[in-house]
């Protein structure tokens, strides 16, 4: 199973530096999931992009309705996120040495990865990267 954090989705969608990787990757691989917030968090890349001049609103438009087909087409597989996922994430943070710099979406994503049994997660971002040993997991940076 490819676990994907929510950037490398969005790079699928908008024009980012490794946004052909990602493409190309995703191009022979039999499927990638990701924890069900990403849903959210991609759709925040888009906002993002439109907000911050990158895309002009016919595209963000496109985008977000493409990434909505896609969506309903089964095109990513999302993982659920449970109270007790939730209280997982809780404990282990109580265990992180200080060190380790990880916000609550980054989180939830390494241990939903997990507590799913990936091996790795597949990602751009250098604190989830430096946090994936703690939950277990090999950090792949396409």
Do not use: N
Request: proline share 4%; glycine share 4%.
């Amino acid at each position: 199973m490819i676990y994907l954090d929510a950037a490398y989705i969005a790079k699928f969608y908008v024009e980012e530096e490794d946004s052909e990787r990602v493409r190309a990757f995703l191009d022979g691989a039999p499927s990638a999931t990701s924890c069900i917030h990403a849903m959210a968090e991609v759709a925040c890349v888009f906002h993002r992009k439109l907000r911050e001049g990158h895309i002009p609103q016919e595209d963000f438009e496109f985008v977000c309705a493409q990434f909505e087909a896609d969506c309903e087409a089964g095109i990513w597989s999302w993982l659920p996120m449970s109270e007790a996922l939730v209280q997982s994430v809780r404990r282990k943070i109580s265990t992180l040495p200080a060190t380790i710099f990880l916000r609550a979406a980054d989180a939830l994503h390494l241990m939903c990865a997990a507590a799913e049994g990936c091996a790795a997660v597949h990602t751009s971002d250098r604190h989830m990267i430096a946090a994936a040993p703690s939950f277990g997991l090999k950090a792949v940076r396409l």
